[in-house]
């Protein structure tokens, strides 16, 4: 099943690619790699804001983690035409908004994890990961994650 078929059953059509909030590119391509920028997370069109621990809890964090995950293949779509040339995710670097108590940033990340290995198949879609908690987030939003693509 090409990734399209994949996402067309999910229900999700990929968004444009959101315009940069300050001085950065959403992607660079060198060689084989496709680096992402960071997307925040955004709900009904606005910034995701909130802090995990404080005023969302780690469910609704998850959510917002698997929405930046359709928001990057948006980009990484923009970033290489066709998400089928796509040989792995290699690597997802996940920040989240939370208070110092918060210790769930793994589970929240999961959000957008879980949703690559179910687009992209559990070989293509596993990657090394990092997710931090952070103080804060650009605009006060919940979640940053960037990602970097391996592609042919």
């Known amino acids: ?30 060689g084989n790699l496709v680096f992402l920028s960071g997307h925040i997370a955004r709900k009904d069109g606005k910034v995701w804001a909130g802090q995990l621990g404080a005023d969302i809890g780690t469910e609704e964090g998850k959510q917002a983690a698997r929405a930046i995950a359709i928001d990057l293949l948006g980009t990484l779509h923009a970033a290489v035409g066709d ?10 670097m996940s920040l989240v908004n ?3 108590t918060f210790t769930e940033q793994h589970l929240v990340t999961n959000g957008a ?3 690559f290995a179910e687009v992209f198949g559990p070989e293509k879609g ?17 979640v940053e994650i960037e990602l970097i693509a391996e592609v042919a």
């Not at 998400?83 to 997802?92: E, G, S, Y």
């Not at 990961?129 to 939003?141: C, E, I, K, L, N």
């Open 1 to 30: 099943m090409s990734v399209y078929d994949k996402l067309s059953s999910l229900g999700i059509t990929l968004p444009p690619v959101a315009a940069p909030a300050a001085a950065y590119v959403p992607f660079v391509r060198t």
């Open 83 to 92: 998400l089928n040339k796509v040989t792995r995710i290699v690597k997802v």
């Open 98 to 100: 939370s208070v110092g």
């Open 113 to 115: 994890s879980e949703f």
């Open 126 to 142: 596993a990657h090394a990961r990092s997710a931090f908690g952070v103080a804060q987030v650009p605009m006060g939003a919940c």
